[in-house]
């Protein structure tokens, strides 16, 4: 069973540019998470979607973030502009089932931000 | 104050020895708690999780939870090289399976 995949593995971009993430879940997974860790702090969640609609997106920073996941498969996450402060790494996890279940993660994106 | 807190580390550990990690969290409502390995580099996998009150052991961990405390740790028995990573403790805070992180432990065994 494939795990969970995320694209690209790493991306250096200029501020003000536009930067599109990719997480695609373990097949069947119902729910994916996006999650980020800045450098130093702890890994903080970030939205939650149950197939394609989005559950909770509180942990969004601002309106700069838009995720979508159509179809229920497979998400993005695009940054549009990206500003300095939006570099990390970008975790995308997914579960069957909710509350008590283990999360899945993908090796995350390494976003940076010039 | 951090929601949940974990000792950054490093800690090192001589091989063969029990290696102690903590979490407390701030969230009494928190019902489950899992605590992830992560290579430098790779993802979090998930290596124990906890529910209920006590003590739950696989293979060379255990995991404490005492929710009165609001503290739950893991202890790694017969530390390797191998164990040698950051553990991070994972506080599930919502029934949608919305995880809280500590920072994460750097663990060291030293041969």
């Known amino acids: 069973e494939a795990g969970v995949t995320q694209f690209p593995s790493h991306s250096v971009i200029e501020k003000g540019q536009t930067v599109t993430l990719r997480c695609d879940p373990i097949?069947?997974?119902?729910?994916l998470y996006w999650y980020r860790r800045v450098m130093g702090k702890e890994i903080k969640f970030l939205l939650h979607?149950?197939?394609?609609?989005?559950?909770?997106e509180s942990g969004m920073p601002n309106n700069r973030f838009l995720a979508e996941r159509t179809g229920g498969t497979y998400s993005t996450l695009k940054v549009q502009p990206a500003e300095l402060e939006d570099s990390g790494v970008y975790f995308c996890?997914?579960?069957?089932?909710?509350?008590?279940?283990?999360?899945?993660f993908g090796p995350g994106t390494r976003l940076t931000v010039t | 104050q951090k929601e949940v807190e974990q000792n950054s580390g490093p800690l090192s550990v001589p091989e063969g020895a029990i290696a102690s990690l903590n979490c407390t969290y701030s969230?009494?409502?928190?019902?489950?708690f899992f605590w992830y390995r992560q290579y430098s580099g790779k993802s979090p996998e998930l290596i124990m999780f906890?529910?209920?009150?006590g003590d739950k052991e696989d293979g060379r961990f255990t995991a404490q939870l005492n929710k009165a405390s609001q503290y739950v740790s893991l202890l790694i028995r017969d530390s390797q090289p191998s164990d040698s990573a950051t553990y991070l403790c994972?506080?599930?805070?919502?029934?949608?399976?919305?995880?809280?992180f500590g920072a994460g432990t750097q663990v060291v065994v030293t041969p």
């Open positions: 097949s069947g997974h119902d729910n």
């Open positions: 994972a506080v599930e805070t919502d029934s949608w399976g919305k995880f809280q």
């Open positions: 979607f149950v197939k394609e609609s989005k559950q909770d």
């Open positions: 906890i529910y209920s009150n």
């Open positions: 996890a997914s579960s069957q089932g909710l509350a008590g279940v283990e999360q899945y």
């Open positions: 969230d009494r409502g928190s019902q489950s």
